[in-house]
């Protein structure tokens, strides 16, 4: 079914048409919101794995990781759903053409999300939150796994409905109504896109949470090592001083008070030193909690090539040209070698020159072989496609689609570096000293933000490598009237509105986004610099008398307490 721009009244003149603007605002709101869908997806199980440790051994440094990443926890979901909230009416708003074809398919996963997966999120978080020393341990300890399993069931939900503008199954077309309607749940739900994705995402999530569960932790470690040798030094220096009028009225044979006192100050360190030297305290739990974080992010990166592996080769099958694009594959080839580096005019396939190329790898990325493998070209899939479709082109941005995906890969690398360099520096207890401690403090900081800007150049490469499909064809639905109508240009998704009225709205959006992006990362970067909390257990929290620690006992989870840090300075 064709769609005419021009009969709906949208205005295509000049560079800000209707159909660009619309495609930044979903771009740019999507783009953001995906910021903190991983960390949440990954987080999550986490903390409950967190909690569970504590639920099980007991030992305070479990309580109080569980504790201070839930807080980061509950931060990112905040933020998370107030981002998420222009998505979902975004269909409604600015493509309402393609809403009106495929809303009775699509709204059915989006539906299964609100009412199922994020009913239970909000159920068990709430549960969670306010339930420290209330409901049983192990009743606790569930509603964070309940919450654990409900955000990755919500990534399911969202991943199938975006996997069926990826690869349409469970569908027919009903040429009356001009819509496509749902005939089969059960093959939207198992779509092996979504199949395929879904892992894929998750361990991408699972990066994401352990980088920076590494990366903080690995930071707290050297901060408090370094709290701790200067408490060390300056004990040291003051029991010198104390310790010379005693040693002067020993040699004169006088014993006054001066001796005594001087006596009992070197016999009894202050409570501030106690706690910093403590085998006990608050920044014990940096170690363990690093553990877990390099753990994740080990097995994780394992995960994402295995899974984008499996992701590889179907898209070679269902979307060929994203594929080609990917590779700035010009030409039909037998056995081309996998491009590292291009230099030229992305957008024009003549122009472009491989520079760097690694042989064998684009073959077994294909079909899991080494030699004997055809892959299609650019401009022999644009000749299909228009002998199928009509005139037009359907090859995707050459120049994003081919950086973003090595954009995907390539910053996992800085993962993998701060995984090998903290377990090089810390395995069996160790901790670099000196210009080396300084190096993989600041290296901690530096490699969390690689797995946000991964999973972001994954996403814009999945979305933008399916243009200039908004619903992209069914290479199985060819010749089949019941389903091979169901496809759509981004063009013929676009509402009908003025393009003042989307650049209003972009500009509107994009500026309360930014004003929460200042905001979210103040609360986080508060949060880390406040440290973890100072309690070991509701129990102890719960042994204290005074009205005021009463009511310290009774703050919810996600209550921040700006805390004093190791060196005695406001964080």
């Not at 010009?330 to 996998?338: G, I, V």
């Not at 228009?386 to 890969?409: C, D, Q």
């Not at 199985?476 to 209003?504: A, F, K, N, Q």
Request: with cysteine; glycine share 8%.
């Amino acid at each position: 079914m064709e769609f005419s721009l021009l009969a709906a009244g949208v205005d295509t003149a000049g560079g800000l048409d209707t159909v660009a603007l619309s495609r930044w605002q979903f771009g740019i709101t999507t783009v953001y919101h995906f910021i903190f869908v991983p960390l949440t997806i990954g987080l999550a199980p986490l903390v409950a794995l967190m909690q569970t440790f504590w639920a099980v051994t007991k030992k305070p440094h479990w309580y109080r990781a569980t504790r201070f990443f839930g807080v980061v926890l509950l931060v990112n979901f905040a933020m998370g759903v107030a981002t998420g909230i222009v998505q979902e009416f975004q269909f409604g708003m600015n493509w309402s053409e393609y809403s009106r074809m495929v809303g009775d398919v699509f709204g059915g996963p989006l539906a299964l999300e609100g009412l199922v997966a994020f009913f239970m999120e909000s159920v068990f978080l709430g549960i969670w939150i306010f339930g420290w020393g209330r409901i049983p341990t192990w009743l606790h300890t569930l509603s964070i796994w309940a919450v654990a399993l409900a955000v990755n069931l919500s990534a399911y939900f969202i991943i199938v409905a975006n996997s069926f503008m990826q690869h349409p199954v469970g569908a027919e077309f009903n040429p009356e109504t001009g819509r496509a309607e749902l005939t089969d749940i059960v093959a939207l739900l198992t779509n092996p896109t979504a199949l395929a994705a879904f892992p894929h995402a998750v361990a991408g999530s699972f990066l994401t949470a352990g980088t920076f569960v590494l990366g903080v932790s690995g930071w707290w470690l050297i901060k408090d090592a370094r709290a701790k040798a200067k408490t060390a030094t300056t004990t040291q220096d003051g029991l010198a001083l104390d310790n010379a009028p005693a040693a002067e009225a020993s040699a004169s044979g006088t014993n006054t008070a001066a001796t005594d006192t001087a006596s009992s100050k070197a016999t009894a360190p202050s409570s501030e030193n106690t706690a910093a030297t403590s085998g006990d305290n608050r920044h014990s739990m940096h170690r363990p909690a690093m553990k877990v974080g390099l753990w994740t992010t080990i097995l994780s990166s394992i995960g994402l090539f295995i899974t984008g592996d499996i992701q590889a080769k179907l898209m070679f099958v269902q979307q060929p040209m994203k594929m080609a694009s990917a590779e700035s594959l010009c030409h039909t080839e037998t056995d081309p070698s996998f491009s590292i580096l291009t230099i030229g005019t992305h957008n024009n396939c003549e122009s472009v020159i491989h520079v760097l190329k690694a042989p064998f790898v684009l073959p077994f990325l294909a079909e899991g072989k080494f030699s004997g493998v055809t892959l299609q070209g650019v401009m022999d899939l644009q000749e299909k496609a228009e002998a199928l479709y009509g005139p037009g082109n359907y090859s995707p941005n050459l120049f994003v689609t081919y950086w973003s995906f090595r954009a995907m890969i390539g910053l996992m690398v800085g993962s993998l570096a701060l995984a090998f360099f903290a377990w090089l520096f810390t395995r069996k207890g160790r901790l670099p000293k000196g210009k080396w401690a300084t190096i993989f403090s600041w290296g901690c900081l530096a490699a969390i933000p690689f797995p946000f800007l991964a999973n972001s150049s994954g996403w814009i490469f999945t979305e933008m490598g399916r243009q200039p499909w908004v619903i992209h064809p069914n290479p199985e639905s060819v010749g089949d009237p019941r389903t091979e109508s169901i496809r759509m240009l981004v063009d013929h998704g676009v509402s009908g509105h003025e393009p003042w009225v989307v650049i209003v709205t972009l500009v509107g959006f994009t500026l309360i986004y930014g004003i929460l992006a200042v905001v979210w990362f103040w609360l986080i970067r508060r949060v880390v610099l406040d440290g973890p909390p100072a309690e070991s257990g509701p129990e102890a929290v719960a042994s204290e008398s005074t009205e005021d620690d009463e009511e310290k006992q009774l703050q919810p989870a996600g209550t921040v307490s700006f805390a004093r840090d190791a060196e005695g300075k406001e964080s």
